[in-house]
Nanobody, 126 residues
Framework: QVQLVESGGGLVQAGESLGVSCAVS????????LAWFRQAPEKEREFVAG????????YSRDSVKGRFTISRDTAKSSANLRVNTLRPEDAAVYYC???????????????????WGQGIQVTVSS
């Protein structure tokens, strides 16, 4: 059984930093990408950052470049997202997802991801 379990998150003040992690079990990640998506109330789910497990290449949406950093722990099959200088507009439910991916590429579309975590809330107070 494939499981993606997110941890971290919570309530932070604007300008602070936060880390969220995603631990994967039941899946061999070599042909997959792991990605973080977020969904704010009444908004569509959007790609935030991701990592192609085969190549180690990382990707992030333009609006978070320089503030969001994704990394991986291959021994633990986990992907970690570090968010610096949080803004009120970063508040959302953050989801970890795994999807098959060609080497050194990644999809920004939620529909390309087969497996999802339960989501974790990030709240930013101003």
């Amino acid at each position: 059984q494939v499981q993606l379990v997110e941890s971290g998150g919570g309530l932070v003040q604007a300008g602070e930093s936060l880390g969220v992690s995603c631990a994967v079990s039941g899946l061999t990640l070599d042909s997959y990408s792991l990605a973080w998506f977020r969904q704010a109330p009444e908004k569509e789910r959007e790609f935030v950052a991701g990592i192609n497990w085969g190549s180690g290449g990382t990707y992030s949406r333009d609006s978070v470049k320089g503030r969001f950093t994704i990394s991986r722990d291959t021994a633990k099959s986990s992907a970690n997202l570090r968010v610096n200088t949080l803004r009120p507009e970063d508040a959302a439910v953050y989801y970890c997802a795994a999807g098959r991916s060609a080497y050194n590429s990644i999809s920004y579309s939620p529909g390309a991801y087969e497996y999802w975590g339960q989501g974790i809330q990030v709240t930013v107070s101003s």
